[in-house]
């Protein structure tokens, strides 16, 4: 099992960019497809981007298409989150998971994953 942490999390204004790291300790980091989920306090945790073992294949909530991208880099073990255009309602807590899988498909399912870091707040004034 892979042990995760997040970075990169901060406050920004509406419009602004950040880029969120989660980056992996453990064997066989290549192995995994890993998503990127939010929260908000009294809300259930959705899915927000995701990437297979490979990084060949990606896929979005609605609400990141066209703003976020995920992209992974195996040889250091980390799974990067570029949000651009940033809005209010990004705000949240937000984690990288893993899940052993070597699909080509990502999975959205956040109980389907194994392995969460603790999080990172990511807080977008208007």
């Known amino acids: 099992q892979v042990q995760l942490a997040e970075s990169g999390g901060g406050s920004v204004q509406a419009g602004g960019s950040l880029r969120l790291s989660c980056v992996a300790s453990?064997?066989?980091?290549?192995?995994?497809?890993i998503g990127w989920f939010r929260q908000t306090p009294g809300k259930v945790r959705e899915f927000v981007a995701g990437?297979?073992?490979?990084?060949?294949?990606?896929y979005y909530a609605d609400s990141a298409k066209g703003r976020f991208t995920i992209s992974r880099v195996n040889a250091k073990s980390t799974v990067y989150l570029q949000m651009n255009s940033l809005k209010p309602e990004d705000t949240a807590v937000y984690y990288c998971?893993?899940?052993?899988?070597?699909?080509?498909?990502?999975?959205?399912?956040?109980?389907?994953?194994?392995?969460w870091g603790q999080g990172t707040q990511v807080t977008v004034s208007s």
């Open positions: 453990g064997r066989g980091f290549n192995t995994y497809g």
């Open positions: 990437v297979n073992w490979s990084g060949a294949t990606t």
């Open positions: 998971a893993a899940v052993p899988t070597q699909d080509t498909i990502v999975i959205s399912i956040p109980g389907m994953y194994e392995s």
